[in-house]
């Protein structure tokens, strides 16, 4: 099964520790997905998988991004290495790229903690433009608790101890998700809040 089939068109988190396969899976669901945009995509590295796609950064003009869209390729845009400057490079790609193109882009935003104002703003905005966003943490205690509650459903690996108090704030079952991101039979555990507050979490194997 394609994991985009996995994915609704609400916003999604994709949370894992180092090594765990969150970042494997984005670019899985960045290479499946008709339009989108990598943003501080990892390095490749000589025993590591590739993100695809054009590079870009904050010297790429607006007007060749929005064209590479259109043409249907994809784009890995990486931002100035202080978070502050790439948080509002975030918001500016957002405004004068994603939220002009026709049909939906999927936006994909790795290291998402570091990104506190331009990716709430992006959260917020882009329901109403057809932006669906990928946030991609190792800490999800370090995002912004308004940031959280715009995701709907979360993609979870195996976390480190440290962010059990993240699991207890949002009532996930710890000791189960633990169980099941440990096991070699699962890849990741789908957990998800509808409107009326119904929690569904659910394991996934390999090969669904």
Same mark, same amino acid.
């Given at each position: ?67 590479? $869209? #259109?043409?249907? /390729? ?12 790439? +948080?509002?490079? @975030? ?6 790229? $994603? #939220?002009?193109? /026709? ?12 990104? +506190?104002?331009? @990716? ?89």
């Amino acid at each position: 099964m394609a994991l985009n089939k996995l994915i609704p068109q609400r916003h999604n988190g994709i949370f894992g520790g180092t090594g765990s396969g969150k970042s494997y899976t984005a670019s899985e669901l960045h290479t499946e997905v008709t339009k989108s945009v990598y943003f501080n995509y990892p390095q490749k590295e000589a025993d590591e998988y590739e993100i695809t796609g054009l590079e870009a950064d904050g010297k790429t003009s607006y007007s060749g991004m929005k064209k590479a $869209l #259109k043409q249907g /390729k994809k784009l890995k845009y990486k931002p100035h290495w202080k978070p502050e400057v790439g +948080d509002s490079e @975030l918001r500016q790609l957002y405004e004068n790229v $994603l #939220k002009p193109s /026709k049909g939906t882009v999927d936006l994909f935003v790795d290291e998402a903690h570091l990104f +506190d104002e331009g @990716l709430l703003y992006v959260l917020r905005d882009g329901r109403g433009h057809n932006v669906r966003v990928h946030v991609i943490t190792q800490r999800p205690k370090d995002l912004d608790t308004t940031a959280i509650s715009q995701i709907d459903q979360f993609l979870i690996y195996r976390l480190a101890p440290q962010q059990k108090t993240w699991f207890s704030q949002m009532n996930m079952p710890f000791n189960d998700i633990k169980e099941w991101t440990s096991s070699k039979d699962y890849r990741f555990v789908i957990w998800k809040q509808d409107q009326e507050g119904f929690t569904k979490c659910e394991p996934i194997p390999f090969n669904p």
